[in-house]
């Protein structure tokens, strides 16, 4: 090729990539894939910082002078496009009295505004670009509050927990800014926008934007301000970020924790500070204190040695408190921040998922935000996570989008695996890696992870960081995976495909076969699977279960799996007011954690499993009965002895007095309930039951 033709090739695409840019930059934020965010502050982990370390300990941010709630009533209206909208409500001295009132947090539709079932059509084959605009909903939002005089003095924030799924933010009529991507946090400084005395907050919601091409498309009805909403003053000092990881030594006796600490000067000099750091544990007492000087942002690392450290497991949820405070240079406290922090080390080995050395089965189950009360209240999670442990289910995969942070803290609390997935999701519209959709989602995608992991990458719980529910966009997710490994080395990372491939550690198919899941067991030996979903139907489901666990327990690389799934429809294991199906019983008796491996009625002698991975069956009571006729002839209950995690022990009932008679069925029942209360399950519960026919 001469140099004339390469001179014009390369005024031919320098001419196509200035008119593809050009065309872009003419969209709507709200669909250009390239814009997703306007004077947005930079992804952080979730924290409060308190003015006092006796507020910071018992966290709860409503007690602090410095934070104000927005949630509750404000004056909503609903428009069908663009067009329609009030385009100047923003502005001051609108006029909205007329409006109707809204509930903030909650989406508008369960409250009964215009529900719209579907997009049109060319968002569902992945083009935003051309939706026409009389079918483009959105809702205009209007909130007053009252402005603390004493709040003027310092660096002011509004915090949105989750917004679907783009809006603009105005304050007193000046625009702040511009947000897409639900489910996870929103945050402005508004300190230049404010005024003493009464101050006029403006959202402008879109139902759907270009990134709704990117997010579960069971909720794209489901659009508003659907998490908390509040402001929030801050001292010139700060505490902007930390990130705590814990490591062991002496095969996993002693533990480190290492803590790197963002800490910011706005005061434009150089000062001298004094960080303190407590770590706590009952009598176990460990603490830092460091004197350094700051003129603007810093990063700060820390280490402490923690001699015979209690692990953290789903089984034994063992925490120990942080604390966090930076003093000015008079020792008076600017920040304080508090949070809990387990001992736990997340590792593959031999082809296995391993936490603290040992290797864990997940009996999972996928689990959405849906809640009887719409706002996933407290009261509504802890109630999951009771019947979810009562059910010996110690894993959940957060299908499919990162959960509202008092999830996290809940299962950190009462002990539940988590797979925190991204906000991705993508279908069989999407397998070209090479497609034009694909790489102008690139920096949406990456986005979406790398803010899923800053906020959520304190929490002990999450174990796994999911890419995507529904694979695609193959080199986008290899992009996603190298940021995670370079920022966050203490988990692994899964996605969907089966086969080895060079953006997963862990491979996390959904609705596999059997055999499916078996040959990748052979031919990809140094790879974990966990399958993401199975058993999309309640019939037959013991059946199911166990089909697939027997394969499981047969291949060493196989750890289990996530039934799909939790109060889902018709699929669920109970309803969605939390009443249990038939098939929570089953999957109870299928995640159980006992099993008798031989009887004989001769000698009284049984062979008991423990399968739990890190409990002795001597923290419960083992009762057993043997029933003929469905009556009980013969009762008793075992000693209280060890059998070890993973391991199996002869036991011998005391049957001398069983006459059996001709002719008649005979049954052992043997059950394991708590002998002491754990957590939300009561002393005395049943866990397991196992019943074995007497041989003919």
């Known amino acids: 090729m001469n140099k004339r033709n390469i001179f014009y090739l390369i005024c031919f695409f320098v001419f196509v990539i200035s008119v593809e840019v050009s065309s872009q930059e003419s969209l709507p934020d709200w669909k250009n894939p390239q814009i997703f965010e306007l004077n947005k502050l930079e992804p952080r ?37 663009p067009s329609q909208r009030p385009s100047e409500f923003y502005k001051p001295y609108f006029d909205f009295n007329s409006w109707q009132n809204i509930v903030v947090p909650e ?113 794209w009805e489901y659009s508003g301000i659907d998490r908390e909403v509040y402001i929030y003053a801050r001292p010139n000092l700060q505490i902007q970020d930390f990130f705590a990881t814990v490591d062991f030594t002496g095969n996993y006796k002693d533990g480190v924790l290492n803590i790197e600490i963002d800490a910011n000067n706005l005061n434009y000099r150089k000062e001298t500070l004094n960080m303190e750091i407590y770590l706590q544990r009952g009598r176990k ?74 290797a864990i089965y997940l009996k999972g189950i996928d689990r959405h935000e849906h809640s009887p009360d719409y706002n996933n209240s407290r009261e509504s999670m802890l109630k999951d996570i009771e019947l979810l442990k009562k059910a010996n289910i110690n894993a959940v995969r957060n299908s499919y989008y990162p959960n509202d942070p008092l999830w996290y803290e809940l299962c950190d609390e009462y002990g539940l ?45 999450i174990i796994i960081w999911s890419l995507v529910n529904n694979d695609g966009g193959a080199n986008n997710f290899l992009n996603n995976y ?107 008796k299928g995640y159980q954690n006992i099993e008798i491996l031989a009887f004989d009625p001769r000698t009284g002698q049984i062979r008991l499993k423990n399968n739990y991975s890190f409990t002795d069956l001597n923290d419960f009571l083992i009762s057993w009965n043997i029933k003929s006729e469905g009556k009980i002839i013969l009762y008793g209950n075992l000693p209280k002895e060890s059998i070890p995690a993973q391991s199996s022990k002869l036991i011998r009932l005391e049957m001398s007095t069983l006459k059996l008679k001709p002719g008649q069925e005979y049954f052992l029942n043997v059950t394991l309930s708590t002998r002491e209360k754990s957590g939300l399950i009561p002393s005395g519960f049943e866990m397991a039951q196992v019943q074995l026919k007497f041989p003919s």
């Open 417 to 461: 695996y988590v797979i925190d997935e991204a906000n991705i999701e993508l279908d069989e519209l999407i397998i070209d890696p090479s497609n034009k959709t694909n790489q102008t989602l690139k920096k949406a995608h990456l986005d979406r992870t790398i803010r899923m992991v800053e906020r959520d990458k304190n929490f002990t719980s």
């Open 285 to 358: 007492f460990y603490s830092k204190k460091h004197k350094f000087m700051l003129e603007g942002k810093r990063r700060l690392d820390y280490q402490f040695l923690v001699p015979e450290a209690t692990h953290w497991s789903a089984e034994n949820p063992a925490l120990f408190s942080l604390i966090i405070n930076l003093k000015d240079a008079l020792g008076n406290i600017q920040e304080s921040i508090s949070t809990y922090i387990g001992f736990r080390k997340i590792e593959i080995k031999n082809g296995q998922l391993n936490l603290n050395g040992k």
């Open 45 to 81: 982990a979730h924290f409060f910082p308190y003015e006092s370390q006796e507020l910071a300990v018992a966290n709860n941010k409503s007690a602090s002078k410095w934070f104000k709630s927005l949630n509750g009533n404000w004056k909503f209206k609903w428009s069908e496009s």
């Open 482 to 588: 190298s940021w995670i490994k370079l920022r966050d080395k203490s988990r692994p990372v899964q996605n969907e495909q089966l086969g080895k491939n060079s953006f997963a550690d862990i491979a996390a198919p959904i609705n596999p076969s059997i055999d499916e899941i078996i040959k990748h067991a052979t031919e990809n030996p140094s790879q974990p699977l966990i399958i993401s979903e199975y058993i999309n139907s309640t019939e037959n489901i013991i059946e199911q279960m166990g089909n697939y666990w027997t394969a499981i327990d047969k291949h060493k690389t196989l750890q289990g799996g996530f039934i799909n799934s939790w109060a889902d429809g018709n699929t669920g294991i109970v309803n969605a007011n939390r009443s249990l199906k038939p098939a929570y019983a089953a999957v109870k």
């Open 107 to 219: 989406s508008w539709k369960p409250q009964g505004f215009r529900p719209i079932t579907g997009p049109p059509e060319n968002i569902v084959n992945q083009d935003s670009t051309y939706i026409p605009e009389d079918h483009y909903p959105l809702g205009s939002y209007l909130k007053t509050f009252i402005l603390p005089n004493d709040w003027l003095n310092r660096k002011v924030y509004i915090y949105f927990g989750s917004v679907r799924s783009a809006f603009y933010i105005w304050l007193n009529g000046e625009k702040v800014g511009y947000s897409q991507g639900s489910k996870l946090p929103a945050e402005f400084e508004i300190t230049k926008y404010l005024k003493a005395g009464e101050n006029v907050l403006a959202l402008e919601v879109y139902q759907w934007s270009d990134g709704s091409l990117l997010e579960d498309r069971n909720l």
